[in-house]
């Protein structure tokens, strides 16, 4: 059994990662603090570290959030840019920056992208932006991480769970079922893999 934390637990992909945990001790974590262990706004460095000092020793962590902001690209403000680069691109980069000085031996950390870096949608350029940068420093900082600690994104499309919210600006996609997507989180944390983007798409 490892010791699990989940970050955005209480979202749909929140809950999609938790049901491929199940033999794990998983500890829970989300920017509110509601319905959850701890409370943690991964755009803050001193969050993360107090998060990381808190739980104490700890296998793999997993996150599901990144803030998104969309828009039609003639008209997305800087601030929308950079609310979303702070929070899905630099957010996530800090979760494995600052986790790397508390993970144990062998861990691994499970990022989240999406699948609009791959099939893009109107008004969704900055999503589809960081989701790809994502993947990439994934794919790339495998290669530097010390002490045998792995790391891998989940891209995965729209969830069956949430496709009343996005269905209607996904017009051709296919959703999927959150067990589906619970596996690819699985394979990641109890896998030997790293560096890999896990695509999940109908």
């Known amino acids: 059994m490892k010791t699990v934390i989940l970050i955005g637990a209480n979202g749909k992909m929140g809950?999609?990662?938790?049901?491929?945990?199940?033999?794990?001790?998983?500890?829970?974590?989300?920017?509110?603090?509601?319905?959850?262990?701890?409370?943690?706004?991964?755009?803050?460095?001193?969050?993360?570290?107090?998060?990381?000092?808190?739980?104490?020793?700890?296998?793999?962590?997993?996150?599901?959030?990144?803030?998104?902001?969309?828009?039609?690209?003639?008209?997305?403000t800087s601030e929308q840019?950079?609310?979303?680069?702070?929070?899905?691109?630099?957010?996530?980069?800090?979760?494995?920056?600052?986790?790397?000085?508390?993970?144990?031996?062998?861990?691994?950390?499970?990022?989240?992208?999406?699948?609009?870096?791959?099939?893009?949608?109107?008004?969704?350029?900055?999503?589809?932006?960081?989701?790809?940068?994502?993947?990439?420093?994934v794919k790339c900082v495998a290669h530097e991480l010390p002490r045998g600690i792995r790391i891998n994104v989940v891209n995965p499309t729209v969830l069956e769970e949430a496709w009343h919210v996005y269905g209607e600006m996904m017009p051709g996609f296919q959703p999927v079922p959150s067990v589906l997507v619970g596996k690819a989180f699985e394979r990641s944390v109890d896998g030997f893999i790293s560096g890999e983007v896990i695509f999940v798409d109908a």
């Open 15 to 76: 809950q999609a990662a938790l049901t491929g945990l199940g033999k794990h001790r998983v500890i829970t974590a989300s920017r509110s603090g509601e319905g959850v262990d701890y409370k943690v706004d991964i755009t803050d460095k001193n969050s993360i570290q107090e998060l990381y000092k808190k739980v104490g020793s700890f296998n793999a962590v997993v996150n599901t959030v990144g803030v998104c902001e969309y828009a039609p690209f003639e008209s997305m």
């Open 81 to 137: 840019w950079d609310t979303t680069i702070q929070s899905k691109l630099v957010g996530q980069i800090n979760l494995v920056s600052v986790g790397l000085q508390y993970i144990e031996d062998g861990g691994s950390f499970t990022l989240i992208s999406g699948i609009l870096n791959m099939k893009p949608i109107p008004f969704a350029i900055a999503d589809a932006t960081t989701s790809g940068a994502i993947d990439t420093f």
